[in-house]
């Protein structure tokens, strides 16, 4: 089983900023991608940031510029940095990871979530 410790989440002022941090641990696996995705109240859960391990990276548009994401491959932690938060970025951050666990499948975890809000 693997699990995923997401934090960094809290409040802070428009235009401020914060970083998430996600730790991946437990069973033999290998990190194929690793991303965050959000979940605004009434809203769908959509991507924010997603790393490959090679390290390339995909940002939704909203945050492009804004937002930076960033892994160490040994130690199965992904950072998101974020700047310039907006209130429209309040939501519930999760971690996403997906994971070749045998030489032939894969899978999806998710963290527990953490929040962010962007309140003055």
């Known amino acids: 089983q693997v699990q995923l410790v997401e934090s960094g989440g809290g409040l802070v002022q428009p235009g401020g900023s914060l970083r998430l941090s996600c730790a991946a641990s437990?069973?033999?696996?290998?990190?194929?991608?690793m991303g965050w995705f959000r979940q605004a109240p009434g809203k769908q859960r959509e991507l924010v940031a997603s790393?490959?391990?090679?390290?390339?990276?995909d940002y939704a548009d909203s945050v492009k510029g804004r937002v930076s994401i960033s892994s160490d491959s040994a130690r199965n932690t992904v950072y998101l940095q974020m700047d310039s938060l907006k209130p429209e970025d309040t939501a519930v951050y999760y971690c996403n990871l997906n994971a070749l666990i045998t030489t032939s499948s894969t899978k999806v975890y998710w963290g527990q979530g953490t929040q962010v809000t962007v309140s003055s």
């Open positions: 437990g069973s033999a696996f290998t990190m194929l991608t």
């Open positions: 790393i490959t391990r090679p390290g390339s990276t």
